[in-house]
């Protein structure tokens, strides 16, 4: 029998920027949150967490028997450490469920510091190899992030060489870093904005040419079409189709890149991702209909990362930037009323009357809607939906409890 239908059921480990997010992950399925405080995570562009809103977050976790992982994985210096010594004993002390860890020294601060508290090693520490793990393990690590650059053949190895309550966790889903593992300095060096400290100006995304040291301003494409040369565009890693691979592996926690992303992001891909998981414990075979709503987030082309072979000239994006978006969030139901079923809406985007739209739901099958009717907030009919988050209400065929989601397909 492989090690993925021995031991408990994986975890579906989710991105949370700010304390909406991480209650729309859990409302939408996810086992765990990862989040960063205001200092010590990878994530600067994302909202992030004061103090009271983690304990917060965690007491909302907790509640629904959900855990809390917090990010404190940049590369530290010197005068970073006392400083973490005092975060890590607050992190133990509100009741967070683990705390995530590149660097060895901040590593050891932690076990002085808050000896109880659960440490996962991030992806940023370069974890390759099967000695890497059980040496993290044998210093007291319960988990081990690997790197993004494995295969399943990789992981298969790793399973078998390490101790059985020692967890793996790798990334299955989001943006791809064009360095080895994010360990990145091109950001620093073209922006001094240090991307092994949260600050990551995302340059590989940036449009390029080359130019011959003795032409100057005479620029050769590397590789164009009409909206430019995008030489480090790495593709989006998908692996929802790929989900019964990544558990026999021996992967333990299945992680959605993303604190950056929007609530909408979080819980699309979050639901299709629990429901790709629960159907593969339940024997069933992969619903195709799961892909299809990932690709209703915004996002770039997909593909399967390193997990089946090596990426070729496939993996990147060299005729753009931008994202593929087959769908916009229209609104997000605040209230609903059970016996009228109307509910009442903040607005994201604008739509219409005699729209076709979708109305997403927090462990539910979506459903289409015809709008027929929508007020405002004081009761006046209105032909559409035009400013930005007003309140408004519209009748629905179905239930939509808090938090529900209306998106509308472009072109519809």
């Not at 889903?173 to 400290?197: E, K, P, Q, V």
């Not at 692996?239 to 609530?263: A, P, Q, T």
């Not at 907030?377 to 009748?395: L, S």
Request: charged share 30%.
């Amino acid at each position: 029998m492989k090690w993925g239908m021995r031991v408990n059921r994986c975890e579906l480990l989710a991105p949370a920027g700010n304390l909406y997010k991480l209650k729309m992950a859990i409302k939408y399925g996810a086992d765990a949150v990862y989040i960063g405080g205001e200092a010590f995570g990878l994530r600067e562009a994302a909202e992030n967490f004061t103090p009271q809103e983690m304990r917060e977050g965690i007491e909302f976790a907790h509640k629904y028997g959900k855990k809390v992982y917090v990010t404190a994985n940049i590369i530290a210096k010197n005068s970073d450490l006392p400083k973490m010594r005092k975060y890590f004993k607050e992190l133990y002390d509100m009741g967070a469920d683990a705390v995530l860890i590149a660097d060895l020294g901040a590593f050891f601060v932690c076990r002085e510091a808050a000896p109880e508290l659960e440490i996962h090693i991030s992806t940023q520490a370069n974890n390759t190899n099967f000695e890497t793990v059980k040496a993290w393990y044998k210093l007291g690590a319960k988990r081990v992030v690997l790197a993004r650059e494995m295969s399943l053949e990789e992981i298969r190895e790793i399973r078998a060489n390490i101790p059985e309550d020692c967890e793996l966790e790798a990334f299955v889903h989001g943006a791809m870093c064009i360095s080895y593992s994010g360990r990145c300095l091109l950001s620093n060096y073209m922006t001094h904005r240090d991307s092994n400290r949260g600050a990551c100006a995302h340059p590989c995304r940036w449009n390029y040419a080359l130019m011959e040291e003795k032409r100057p301003n005479e620029y050769f494409p590397v590789f164009e079409n009409e909206r430019g040369t995008f030489i480090l565009n790495s593709k989006d890693l998908c692996m929802i189709e790929h989900v019964g691979d990544l558990i026999e592996s021996g992967v333990y926690s299945l992680k959605i890149e993303g604190r950056v992303k929007s609530e909408y992001y979080v819980a699309t891909i979050v639901q299709a991702y629990r429901n790709a998981i629960d159907d593969y414990y339940a024997g069933k075979p992969f619903d195709k209909g799961l892909f299809d709503e990932v690709c209703k987030v915004s996002h770039r082309e997909y593909y399967t990362g390193f997990f089946y072979e090596l990426p070729k000239e496939g993996a990147q994006v060299f005729g753009t930037s931008s994202y593929i978006r087959e769908c916009d969030i229209v609104g997000i139901v605040r209230e609903f009323n059970l016996e009228t079923k109307i509910a009442k809406v903040e607005q994201r985007n604008r739509f219409f009357v005699g729209d076709e739209i979708e109305v997403m739901r927090p462990m539910e099958k979506f459903f289409v809607q015809k709008v027929e009717w929508l007020k405002d907030e004081d009761g006046n009919e209105i032909d559409a939906v035009r400013h930005a988050a007003m309140t408004f209400y519209i009748k629905l065929d179905q239930d939509a409890p808090v938090d529900s989601i209306l998106r509308k397909k472009k072109g519809n």
